[in-house]
């Protein structure tokens, strides 16, 4: 099977900017399944491809990969800054459908992402759950209070200068209790972390708490390893697996 790769840039209503976009999908006929991958803090929508076989995902699971660029967002419609969640929540997936042939139903439709990425991915999956059946993180910073942007200039740009995080819509828990309140479909998630990572706290916390509301069907997962480019790579594969129903207990 061949595939198509395409970077390029269009021009963004929501951003007001030219923005990048990069895709991996096979040439043979869609519609496609589509998993939204998102990088990490200090990475663009090139990453992916660059440093791990996104590539060779998409054609033996015949899934479109579609990743876009969020610069140092957190994927977030920042109080100082531009609207990178609306872009990447709405307006991405707009522009792949009309230039790609993905299928637009709901279970046909993932997020993933790592470090930053996972952070986005459950924040992007939880506030839009009619949107995204299954929500992939690695290695996330799932709780912001415990990440070590957390009172940076960074999160004050972000997120306003007393960083409001906890019951908000920065917050993991409250979008997945909302989700509860609210009786709308619960998105199906994957977490994964490392033993030696710094974020692994943040991951029992916000796994452990969805796991006790009840609706989500979740799978956590720890694995020896540190918070890495090499965990990443290892465990892309896991998450594809997953998403696409090849391996039930990735």
């Given amino acids: 099977m061949t595939m198509a790769l395409c970077q390029g840039t269009f021009r963004s209503r929501v951003m007001g900017r030219e923005v990048h976009m990069s895709a991996a999908l096979p040439e043979e006929d869609g519609p496609y399944r589509v998993l939204y991958l998102l990088h990490a803090l200090g990475e663009n929508d090139s990453a992916y491809l660059r440093y791990t076989e996104v590539e060779r995902y998409a054609i033996e699971h ?32 707009q522009v792949a459908s009309r230039l790609f042939q993905i299928s637009g139903k709901r279970e046909d439709t993932f997020i993933a992402g790592f470090s930053m990425g996972g952070y986005g991915a459950l924040k992007i999956g939880l506030s839009f759950p009619e949107r995204f059946s299954k929500i992939a993180s690695i290695s996330a910073p799932a709780d912001l209070t415990l990440s070590g942007q957390y009172g940076s200039p960074l999160f004050a740009k972000i997120f306003g200068p007393d960083n409001p995080i906890k019951g908000t819509e920065h917050d993991i828990e409250t979008l997945a209790e909302r989700i509860c309140r609210d009786q709308k479909p619960f998105p199906e998630i994957y977490m994964c972390c490392g033993l030696q990572d710094r974020l692994l706290e943040a991951n029992r916390i916000v796994s452990g708490a969805l796991r006790e509301m009840g609706g989500f069907r979740l799978q956590y997962h720890e694995a020896a390893g540190g918070h890495t480019l090499d965990f990443r790579n290892e465990h892309l594969r896991n998450v594809i697996l997953w998403l696409t129903g090849e391996e039930q207990d990735a």
């Fill in 62 to 93: 015949n899934i479109a990969i579609i990743m876009p660029n969020a610069d140092n967002s957190y994927y977030t419609d920042s109080v100082f800054g531009e609207n990178y969640l609306t872009h990447i929540a709405s307006e991405i997936p």
